[in-house]
């Protein structure tokens, strides 16, 4: 269930997700807002051609912790495609041992919990495994997918009127070109 983990730290704590749905783990980059986005989506940054929305995990987590400069996001496919989380550093990639890997108690199963998919343990200490589909509440999911598409709505309202624009100076040019020749 848990094999290979990224462990990753946020406001002291350890997590980790399961190396098989992480895309990629940069280093920073640059945010831009996303407005219509929930609370813990603090914007969207551009990977390799595609905009991905960044969800922060101190403000998910609620740990009242302010955001550290110069943090690490680790790029997560889940079934609506890639989401960025925001933590304050990835300390590895390693194998969790089989000695302990148990779900969340029942009593500590709620809304505000749902991301959590069990407890390993890598190297002697207790990590908080993340499961990749549950990162964004389904109310959060909506929120989300709603803002993406008015984000990508704008982009591609603004590449079409500059190619308009780009189509009508060609235009312009071979006029004036043929006129000149007349």
């Known amino acids: 269930m848990f094999a290979t ?3 990753f730290g946020v406001n002291g704590q350890k997590y980790s997700f399961n190396s098989l749905y992480v895309r990629a783990v940069e280093h920073s ?6 407005p219509g986005a929930p609370e813990c989506v603090v914007g969207v940054t551009e990977l390799r051609g595609e905009w991905i929305p960044i969800c922060d995990l101190n403000i998910k987590f609620k ?5 550290k400069p110069n943090r690490d996001i680790i790029y997560v496919n889940y079934s609506q495609g890639c989401i960025g989380c925001l933590v304050d550093m990835v300390h590895e990639i390693g194998a969790v041992t089989e000695d302990i890997q148990m779900k969340l108690p029942t009593i500590l199963q709620s809304d505000e919990t749902s991301y959590v998919e069990g407890i390993v343990r890598h190297k002697g200490e207790l990590v908080t495994a993340i499961h990749h589909e549950c990162v964004l509440t389904p109310n959060e999911a909506a929120q989300l997918s709603a803002a993406m598409k008015s984000l990508l709505k704008k982009k591609q309202d603004e590449q079409d009127a500059l190619l308009a624009a780009e189509a009508a100076k060609k235009e312009a040019e071979e006029k004036a070109a043929k006129d000149k020749e007349e």
């Open 5 to 7: 983990q990224v462990i």
């Open 29 to 34: 980059c640059n945010i831009v807002m996303l």
């Open 63 to 67: 740990t009242g912790v302010p955001a």
